[in-house]
């Protein structure tokens, strides 16, 4: 028996301006919660009887530079980064920690200049594409990208916001 679409949070602040780390926790519950009721409703994802964690690590550019040329041999900053504590299949049953999901916030604010939309609206898709990595969904192939971009378009639009890829099918 599978248990509810819940998460865990736990955040950590190790690098950046973040000023207001108690919005941030908001947004991140709102989003990662939106995420987990999707994916259990309309993925027929499962999710263990206790709510398993998911790691919010908030940084600056410098410290994602460094983590992204580690891990992904790209020494620059990115928006996002997702390291998954185990590894997972699109519908597999997930562990007790799901893993980490890791902003830059200098990316992120310049990047949601750029779109001409609230860095709060980057954030929580951010938020969301992140923790579909760590469920195993990617972007490699255009047809993984194409049904991941749809997920977290529908994701997106139950907490009212736009389809960040243009007119994306929600499947």
């Known amino acids: 028996m599978s248990g509810t679409a819940e ?33 259990s409703a309309n993925e027929g994802q499962p999710f263990p009887e206790d709510p398993p964690e998911v790691s919010l690590v908030l940084v600056d ?18 928006n996002v980064l997702s390291f998954p504590a ?10 007790p920690m799901l893993g980490d999901i890791i902003l830059a916030r200098e990316t992120i604010e310049r990047e949601a200049d750029d ?23 990617d972007h490699i192939e255009n047809s993984d990208a194409e049904r991941m971009e749809a997920i977290e378009t529908r994701i997106l639009a139950s907490l009212d916001l736009s389809d960040p890829y243009g007119e994306t099918e929600p499947v």
């Open 7 to 39: 998460i865990s949070l736990e955040i950590a602040h190790e690098a950046g301006s973040w000023d207001d780390l108690a919005a941030v926790e908001s947004l991140a519950q709102a989003a990662l919660a939106a995420a987990a009721r999707d994916l």
């Open 61 to 78: 550019d410098a410290m994602m530079a460094g983590l992204n040329g580690q891990w992904r041999g790209q020494p620059k900053p990115t």
């Open 86 to 95: 185990f590894p997972l299949d699109p519908g597999g049953m997930p562990g």
């Open 115 to 137: 779109l001409g939309k609230p860095a709060d609206e980057h954030i929580t898709h951010l938020l969301v594409h992140g923790f579909l990595h760590l469920f195993g969904y």
